[in-house]
Each structure stands twice: as structure tokens, then as C-alpha cells.
């Protein structure tokens, strides 16, 4: 299991909390010299997808990590990235009445808010992550919900920007993108892709990522090499989805392109996204440092419930990883913590 030394990060944080709150005989520093400082709180994690899956296993990690250092009672439901599903398992949850739930964010606003009022109304703290809930953070930061992880509209804009530029795309060029629109929240990413390349002149075809599509690895095989074959002159392939950026490589190679033959870019890194990047089929890949999306949350919770403070917004940031930089990352990918 992973285990990284956070020592420094969750005493400073415990540190600045125990000066600053107003409770009346909180415990010392010294007395919770065993790091153990989250043992009563029990919390529902949302890793997102399917168990052991590219990108989720990152963020489960991240919880996992954050567990052991604060000692937290962490409770992980995978969701295999479906939005129904999400929303049903948050119900799930709220009736179990924990602490704190933290939850994936992707079926929107809008289907989350007569949950999130009810969990809110029982006194359950809840926080989000890997896709912003502007609404319900807005209405219920004060109480602890807060929001980890990149802005979906600015990661999908800097990662087709950076495809413009490295590609040398030009006006009239065609691209593809891949991607979710038709989720409201998280299809921003996929939006913002799109709009960067349009705004170059750039034309850009479509694909609605098919919710089948991450377990039928031949049914992605079949979308890729259909729309390559019949596109003969698409430049670049943006995959708004870490499992399908994963799979770039044997995507390219079904369809018998060689490396550099069709500028691919994608999001997170996995260590077969790393190898991809080494051989030379995935050419750009923006990282949001998922390990942190894991993490943060379960700390976000406990300084909630323990100490009052609000909710926090932490943009886990748009590094572009190409051959240039992915011999310091690949290591990390393969510990799953990039």
C-alpha cells in the first residue's frame, strides 16, 4: 500500500489550526503527537470510477494516503464514472449518516442540489472534487464544502492552445475531439478543448465519449480506427478522458498509424499514458495531479468538522507532460501518485 511521509504538510496545517480556533480546550499539539487527529470522524469517499481504474486509482490513493496520516475511518465508493450512478450512491450514503461526504461532481449542479440540501440539513459536510459544483460550494462553503482539482473550462482551453501550438495546426486543418459535452459540469473540459482549436480556424469534428466505451476496449478500438480511416487528413486527436488518452497508443496502432502520424494529446497520467509519451504516440498530456484530488478532500473534511473553517478551493493545476519532462514524472505515475 502507498505510503508517503506528508509529516511536514499535516503538521502545519494541524499547527495552524489549533492556534487559530476559537474552541475551547482543544487538544495540544503535543498531545496528538501520533498523527491520529482524524480517528472520530467517519467519511464517504467518491474515487469516481471503477475500481483499480486509470486516473481513479490515483485519487483513491491520494484518500487512501490520507487516511493512514490522519487516521480518518474512510469508506470508498466507486461510481465507473457514471452520473446516475453517482447521484444514487450519494443517497446511498446520506442515509448512512457520516461526517462527511466527498463527492465527484460530475452529474452537475443541478441533479446534486436536493441531495446535497438534505445532507447539508442533517449536518453532514460535504466537499467536492475533480469537477467544480459552483452552485452548491457558493451556497454552502461555510460549511465545509470546498472543491480539489483543475478548472475544467481552463484545462480543456490550455490543452487545445497547447495543441494549436504544437501541432502547427493551421487555419482549415481538421482535429477531432473526443469528449463528454453532454455532462454539464465536467463537459466544460471538453468545451474549452474545443473552442481553443476553433479559435485558430481550426476544424474540429466531434465524438460523445460512449458510456460503454471504457470497458469494451475493442468498441474504442472500432470508434478510432472508423473515424481515422474515413478522416484521412485529421492532424491531432484530443481524448478528453484519462482511460482513452491510456489507450492512445493501441488506438494509433490499430489503425496503423506510427508515432507522430496524428499529434494525440490527452488528460492524466497513468503508467501506460507515460510509456505512450516515451514512445512517441501521445505527444501532450495535461496532468490535474489526482493523487491530490484524493487527499485534500479527507483533510477538508476533518478541519470542517473539527475547527469550523470553510470550505477551500484548491486548483490542482494544467502542467502540459510531453518527452521533454516525463523522465522526472514516469517514476511518480507508477507509484500512482501522478
Not at 193 to 222: F, H, L
Not at 223 to 235: A, C, E, G, R
Request: overall charge neutral; aromatic content about 8%.
Amino acid at each position: 500500500m502507498l505510503r508517503i511521509k506528508w509529516a511536514a504538510l499535516v503538521c502545519t496545517v494541524v499547527l495552524v489550526a489549533l492556534l487559530f480556533s476559537p474552541m475551547a480546550g482543544a487538544p495540544s499539539v503535543a498531545a496528538q503527537d501520533d498523527g491520529k487527529w482524524c480517528s472520530d470522524v467517519k467519511i464517504i469517499f467518491f474515487p469516481g470510477g471503477p475500481e483499480g481504474g486509470v486516473f481513479a486509482i490515483n485519487v483513491y490513493n491520494g484518500a487512501v494516503q490520507a487516511a493512514a496520516d490522519l487516521g480518518a475511518d474512510v469508506e470508498y465508493v466507486w461510481s465507473d464514472w457514471l452520473s446516475e450512478k453517482m447521484i444514487s450512491q450519494f443517497k446511498s450514503a446520506i442515509a448512512r449518516n457520516p461526517d462527511g461526504i466527498a463527492i465527484m461532481g460530475h452529474p452537475g449542479d443541478d441533479a446534486y442540489t436536493e441531495s446535497i440540501d438534505r445532507a447539508v440539513a442533517k449536518g453532514i459536510i460535504v466537499t467536492s472534487q475533480n469537477t467544480e459544483l459552483s452552485k452548491n460550494q457558493a451556497k454552502y462553503s461555510a460549511q465545509g464544502f470546498g472543491y480539489v482539482g483543475a478548472s475544467n473550462y481552463s484545462a480543456g482551453l490550455n490543452l487545445g492552445t497547447a495543441v494549436l501550438n504544437r501541432a502547427n495546426l493551421k487555419p482549415g486543418d481538421r482535429a477531432m475531439v473526443w469528449g463528454l459535452l453532454n455532462e454539464p459540469s465536467r463537459g466544460l473540459r471538453t468545451k474549452g478543448a474545443i473552442e481553443a482549436m476553433e479559435k485558430g480556424g481550426v476544424k474540429v469534428d466531434y465524438i460523445e465519449i460512449s458510456p460503454t466505451v471504457n470497458s469494451d476496449a475493442s468498441q474504442g478500438i472500432a470508434i478510432f480506427t472508423s473515424y481515422v480511416v474515413s478522416h484521412k487528413d485529421v492532424k491531432a486527436i484530443i481524448l478528453d478522458h484519462g482511460a482513452l488518452t491510456a489507450t492512445a497508443p493501441n488506438y494509433m496502432k490499430s489503425a496503423r498509424k506510427n508515432p507522430g502520424d496524428i499529434f494525440i494529446a490527452g488528460f492524466d497520467l497513468s503508467p501506460s499514458t507515460a510509456k505512450g509519451i516515451k514512445e512517441g504516440y501521445i505527444n501532450a498530456v495535461l496532468d490535474q495531479q489526482p493523487f491530490l484530488q484524493g487527499y485534500l478532500p479527507i483533510l477538508q473534511i476533518y478541519l470542517t468538522k473539527r475547527y469550523g473553517f470553510s470550505g477551500l478551493h484548491v486548483d490542482t493545476g494544467a502542467a502540459i507532460i510531453d518527452k521533454s519532462n516525463i523522465d522526472l514524472i514516469a517514476p511518480l505515475a507508477e507509484k500512482g501518485i501522478r
